[in-house]
Each structure stands twice: as structure tokens, then as C-alpha cells.
């Protein structure tokens, strides 16, 4: 199972398919299943198919796309766990009870659907296509619905990021895609599937780059886009340590910063760091600094002890946030000490930080939302 295949499963049962007349398909429980690699996890889904005659107990997996040679491997998970599953649910007075497998995918060819009865398999699409063989029932519809495929290209991490982080810059700003893809060092087809997730989630609004006749796009809703990025649990920093600083005067700052340029070494500051005066909500934030190079030269130029209480934190991005195109060092902002990140990567830093972090997002929310510029044009 893929890890983008647990976005498509949201996306199903948001959107579910019309079903044969009579047939109902009713969700009943998540099974989530730890995996080696990216992600950690493939989620299944128990449910039942509810027909006049009969009900049938299946167990949902997600494949989008699906094709003819991938069903035989799908076949062998889903017996597998649907055996484990029936192991676990069994006791020695009833008989466990049998969950046909049933495969999801986006659009079904008929090839797939073959191989789907072939392997004894249930199946449905998002394009309305049934199958399902099981006693004495037999169901087999080819969908004719268009097929609603929304874009998979990541919003709040990995190169799309580059691409909210540049809008959230400039909210005001019309765009076309080529312009935002030199911008943010990405492929045109990549920012093209960016910014269409966008328009169809309703903060982007579509241009002429998306077929509409004017020119360009631009941000329409950039505090509930913002919002989301922060909400979507995300975090910019792939490794976060802890430290005690003695001290976190401007002047210490600035002194530790500068040692780390001279070094050759790049860093930005974001936390508590990167607040001015007038912006600090509450009491008791951790400082904190993106670096890119040695840590023990970031510990050594900020004087950096490894004690409690950690009240500075050394941040290290991901690597498709570790640029200036888009990246953490976009846009960054003058401070008296040095360069802070720009204002919509501190509030998401602060919102991932713990403590009162998440109260200091808001307010640095709320004066983004603020210095918005008005206009009477219309879009």
C-alpha cells in the first residue's frame, strides 16, 4: 500500500461512488498496519456490503492506480491480515468469522476488473464501478463516472511547501505557473499540480495557467491556508535538539551568528529568536536557530550547554526546506541580532514547539492576517 493511499482513502469515503440500486457500503472500523519505510503504516478498512438478501463482511484495501498486475500481490495482503484478523477475533466457542477481500482504487479497467474476479476479489471504484461474487450473488457494473483524481503533489512539506511558503509571502501577488516554478526551483509539471490542489481546496484562485481566461493566479484565502499549514501536524524540522543557553541577549545572538558566517556556516533564527520585541505574546519561549553545517560549531558559537532546562532549540530542516528558493531561508526578516525566518514559518515553528507555542502561533497568525493589503479590484 502506498502512503499517499491513505489521502485517497479520505478522499473516497468523502466522495463516494454511486452504487448499484439495492447495494449500500458501510464503513465499520480502521485497521492500521505498522510497515517498514517511509510512512510506517498501511490502513485498511473493515465494512460491510448490505444487499436486499444478504449482508457481506469485507475488508477494504486502497490502491490508486490499479493495474491488472498489481492485483495478485494486493490478493496475498489482504488474505494475509484478513487471516491475522480472523485469528485475533476468534475464540474457541464461534467460528471466526470470514471478511471478503475487496479492493478500492480510483478507475477500474476492465482488465482489472477480470483479474479482480480472476482472484476472487470484490471490488469498487470511484467511478461507480461494482464487482462482487460471493454465493449466490453476482454483481458486476463498469462505472461511467467521470473520475474526480485530485492532485497528490504535497501542500505543507517536500517541494510544495516551497510553493505555499513563496504565496504566503506574497499574498497580493498574481502568479503564473512557470514564473512560480523558477521561483521555487521546481519542475513546471510539479508546480502545476501544486497550485491545482489549491484551486480545488478553494485558497488559490485559477487563471489562464489553469484554463480560465484571465492571466495568472493568485492567493485568495491566505490566513486559512496558513491556518491549515498549521493544523496539517507537519513539522519543517526533521531533527530538533535541546540545549541550554547561559545567555540570549541580541548581542549573544548576534555575536553567535556572526561566528557561525564567518564560518561559512548558515543558519536562521526562528522560536523566540526571531520575535520582535512588540510581537512576543507570552512568557517562557525557547529560542531556536535553523542551521545548516556542525552542530558542535552551532554549540560552540552560542556558548550552548547540554543541561536542562533546554531553553534553545537547534532546528534542522528538511532538505527541500534548506534553500532560499522557498525554503526556510526565504524571505527572511532584518532583526537587531541577525536573520529571522519569514513570519508564516515561525508561527507553524512556534505551533510545533509545545508549551505556550501554540497560543504565540495565533497571535503571529492573527498580525499576518493583519497586514494583509485591502483592494477594491475585483479577482
Not at 473493515?46 to 469485507?58: D, H, K, M, Q
Not at 524540522?237 to 564567518?262: C, D, I, M
Request: charged share 20%.
Amino acid at each position: 500500500m502506498k502512503r499517499e493511499n491513505s489521502n485517497f482513502r479520505e478522499e473516497f469515503w468523502k466522495n463516494p461512488p454511486p452504487l448499484p440500486r439495492g447495494v449500500e457500503l458501510v464503513r465499520q472500523e480502521a485497521v492500521v498496519v505498522p510497515r517498514v519505510g517511509p510512512g510506517g503504516e498501511s490502513i485498511y478498512d473493515l465494512a460491510e456490503i448490505r444487499l436486499p438478501e444478504a449482508r457481506v463482511p469485507v475488508l477494504m484495501g486502497y490502491r490508486a492506480p490499479l493495474f491488472p498486475v498489481d492485483v495478485l500481490n494486493q490478493r496475498k495482503k489482504l488474505h494475509v491480515l484478513s487471516d491475522h484478523l480472523r485469528q485475533r477475533d476468534s475464540n474457541a466457542r464461534s467460528l471466526p468469522s470470514f471478511r471478503m477481500p475487496m479492493l478500492v482504487t480510483d478507475s477500474a479497467s476492465s482488465n482489472v476488473i477480470e483479474a479482480c474476479e480472476r482472484e476472487e476479489l470484490a471490488l469498487v471504484d470511484q467511478r461507480g464501478t461494482f464487482f462482487l461474487r460471493t454465493g449466490s450473488t453476482f454483481i458486476r457494473v463498469q462505472g461511467r463516472e467521470p473520475t474526480k483524481r485530485s492532485p497528490r503533489e504535497p501542500l505543507f512539506h517536500g517541494k510544495g511547501c516551497r510553493i505555499v511558503r513563496v504565496l504566503l509571502q506574497s499574498p497580493a501577488k498574481r502568479w503564473t505557473i512557470l514564473a512560480l516554478a523558477q521561483m521555487t526551483q521546481t519542475s513546471y509539471a510539479y508546480a502545476h499540480g501544486v497550485i491545482k490542489r489549491l484551486v480545488v481546496e478553494g485558497y488559490v484562485h485559477g487563471g489562464y495557467a489553469l484554463g480560465s481566461r484571465s492571466a495568472g493566479f493568485h492567493l485568495r484565502e491566505p490566513v486559512p491556508l496558513l491556518n491549515a499549514w498549521l493544523e496539517s501536524g507537519r513539522p519543517t524540522a526533521v531533527s530538533r535538539e535541546g540545549f541550554n543557553a547561559p545567555s540570549t541577549t541580541p548581542e549573544q545572538l548576534h555575536k553567535g551568528h556572526s561566528l557561525l558566517a564567518s564560518q561559512g556556516i548558515r543558519s536562521i533564527f526562528t522560536l523566540a529568536s526571531a520575535l520582535l520585541p512588540d510581537e512576543r505574546f507570552v512568557s517562557g519561549l525557547p529560542h531556536g536557530l535553523y542551521l545548516s553545517g556542525s552542530l558542535e560549531a552551532g554549540i560552540s558559537a552560542f556558548g550552548l550547554r547540554r543541561m536542562t532546562p533546554h531553553n534553545f532549540w537547534v532546528l534542522r530542516a528538511e532538505a527541500a526546506a534548506e534553500t532560499e528558493v522557498g525554503g526556510v531561508y526565504h524571505a527572511p526578516r532584518s532583526l537587531p541580532h541577525g536573520p529571522g525566518v519569514a513570519l508564516p514559518q515561525l508561527a507553524v515553528d512556534f505551533q510545533r514547539s509545545g508549551g505556550r507555542g501554540p497560543e504565540q502561533a495565533e497571535e503571529l497568525v492573527r498580525r499576518f492576517a493583519q497586514a494583509l493589503p485591502l483592494s477594491d479590484e475585483p479577482t
